[in-house]
């Protein structure tokens, strides 16, 4: 999806749920490129996200928070809490669950939500 949005080759986002015919949850893998902050927050209606960091590092911001994240961290967002992500200098990889019965309907994104 992220050359489709002109994101690439600093962001890659591969979402599975139409492939594995899900019908009540959803699976994406998100990757950035070392040193890269991800282009926009993001929060949702509804849709409660888990995110699992499968390689790399990186930092988190939800809400006003900013987390560091390392591998194998796991963290759970709630659907009105914006969040965005930074990779480390190795780059980052995570896997997203949610739900796939809103079809983004339910996801507002913020262009320069994160900003220093």
């Not at 015919?21 to 409660?48: D, I």
């Not at 699992?52 to 560091?68: C, E, L, N, P």
Request: glycine share 12%; proline share 6%; hydrophobic share 40%.
């Amino acid at each position: 999806m992220a050359p489709k949005f002109g994101m690439a080759p600093q962001m890659e986002a591969r979402f599975a749920r139409g492939d594995l015919e899900c019908e009540q949850t959803g699976v994406s893998l998100q990757r950035l490129a070392p040193s890269e902050r991800g282009p926009f927050g993001h929060r949702h209606g509804e849709q409660e996200e888990i995110y699992v960091v499968v390689a790399g590092s990186g930092r988190m911001k939800a809400g006003d928070d900013i987390v560091d994240l390392r591998t194998w961290d796991a963290i759970r967002v709630a659907p009105e809490t914006i969040r965005a992500f930074e990779a480390g200098p190795d780059g980052l990889e995570l896997l997203a669950f949610g739900a796939p019965t809103t079809d983004n309907r339910d996801a507002e994104l913020l262009h320069g939500w994160w900003s220093d």
